[in-house]
């Protein structure tokens, strides 16, 4: 397995990428935000991303091209809970995206114990956490444009 997860670290490392997904919730007044961890895939080939499918299931899918002169691209992709088990088994493999396996992995724990807590509202300090994350994650990565094969 250890070869296996290492092969996959490395494609994650060139063409995938892992951040930390941001959306907004709630009323005009009162804007929320809710994160989620996410590591994904993308490629014109469909080899890598039904191998991390076989090994992590999670989201897989395929887009046709608009234009008919290109070809379809596949991809994978994990969301929040599902992201952990596939950044815990990759991160010692990471070598470029590492921070950011550490930082989406933060995010999971952080949610997991402000879930613990019987779903009160977040304390502000916990709204901070999170968002912290998040820019720290977005900041590795504006350094490495994303690659998306379509």
Not at 11 to 26: E, F, N, Q, T, Y
Not at 52 to 58: E, K, R
Not at 72 to 82: D, F, I, L, P, R
Request: zero cysteines; glycine letters at 4%.
């Amino acid at each position: 397995m250890e070869t296996l997860y290492a092969y996959l670290a490395g494609a994650i490392d060139l063409d995938g990428r892992i951040s930390i997904r941001r959306a907004r919730r709630g009323s005009r007044q009162e804007i929320d935000y809710y994160y989620s961890a996410v590591i994904a895939l993308s490629d014109s080939d469909s080899t890598v991303p039904d191998l991390l499918q076989a090994t992590f299931p999670a989201r897989r899918v395929q887009y046709e091209a608009k234009n008919r002169k290109q070809r379809a691209w596949h991809m994978w992709e994990a969301v929040g809970q599902s992201a952990q088990e596939p950044l815990v088994r990759l991160l010692p493999y990471l070598r470029i995206r590492h921070r950011q396996a550490e930082l989406a992995l933060s995010l999971i724990t952080l949610m997991q114990r402000d879930k613990a807590g019987g779903g009160r509202p977040l304390l502000d300090e916990q709204e901070e956490a999170r968002r912290q994350l998040y820019e720290q994650v977005m900041l590795l990565n504006s350094s490495r444009p994303q690659r998306t094969h379509r």
